[in-house]
């Protein structure tokens, strides 16, 4: 019996250590390019500097657990529904399965990654204006190559007016100086550049504007498999992830439970 428990143990450690190896060794060890925006977004990301982010900490710290090295490409927003097509890279970050064209000019499948992090898409104001509703919003600030889903009905009743700019900073120094009403980007971008222009003021969501909550993720067209690997790993590691939130100061949000992305 001592012989047969030894052998067991040693058999199921064995079995555990072949499992483990079986999935993350599914896919050697790859060079792989990276297609990201290029424009500073931080905390989620901000690939046109050397600084760290939280996307850039996920990404990193899933190349070195599995062997892979990950080159990251800064790529026009403008031509962001052709990354994978055109340019020469491997994966996009970030991405969504409903940004997608309705009718891609390429037939081939793309692979999504399981959800890294969900995020809010609604209204950044002063808190003064939190709840004026939506008459008031004439001059409304958006990143520049990102798409107004909920402003559409608005800009083409010419109701709202969009000032563009690539920099949040430039949009979050244009509501705080009254040149726009609101500005449509994440609540802790706009509070982190706040935070680096030294203004003493308080950002919120607007209370009477639509809102809509979505996830990023990590595309691909040719490698599958890694974005099969990359979803172990993501459901290994969210102790990781959420340490990483706390880290850059990124809210917790909760998708509606029917909500997949």
């Not at 996920?58 to 790529?75: E, Q, S």
């Not at 055109?86 to 064209?101: A, L, T």
């Amino acid at each position: 019996m001592r012989n047969l428990k030894h052998f067991s143990s040693r058999s199921a450690c064995l079995i555990c250590l072949l499992f483990t190896n079986a999935f993350f060794g599914m896919t050697h060890a790859q060079k792989l390019v990276v297609g990201v925006e290029d424009i500073s977004y931080f905390p989620y990301f901000d690939y046109t500097t050397s600084k760290s982010s939280f996307s850039k900490s996920v990404l990193d710290k899933f190349a070195a657990d599995t062997g892979h090295t990950l080159n990251y490409v800064p790529l026009p927003i403008k031509q962001f529904s052709k990354w994978l097509y055109e340019s020469n890279v491997d994966f996009k970050f970030p991405d969504n399965q409903r940004w997608q064209d309705e009718s891609p000019s390429d037939s081939r499948a793309t692979y999504f990654s399981d959800s890294i992090l969900y995020m809010r898409a609604g209204t950044v104001v002063l808190a003064k204006n939190k709840d004026k509703p939506a008459v008031f919003f004439k001059n409304l600030g958006m990143i520049t190559g990102f798409f107004p889903t909920l402003w559409l009905e608005a800009i083409a009743n010419k109701q709202v007016n969009i000032l563009d700019d690539t920099s949040p900073k430039v949009l979050v120094t244009h509501l705080v100086n009254g040149i726009v009403d609101g500005i449509d980007i994440d609540i802790a971008v706009a509070n982190h550049y706040l935070k680096e222009l030294n203004i003493n003021e308080q950002l919120v969501y607007s209370s009477q504007l639509s809102q809509e909550v979505f996830s990023h993720q990590l595309s691909t067209l040719k490698y599958p498999e890694t974005i099969n690997q990359f979803n172990q790993w993501l459901a290994n590691n969210q102790e990781y992830i959420n340490t990483l939130k706390q880290q850059f100061l990124i809210p917790d949000v909760v998708p509606a439970q029917h909500q997949t992305n």
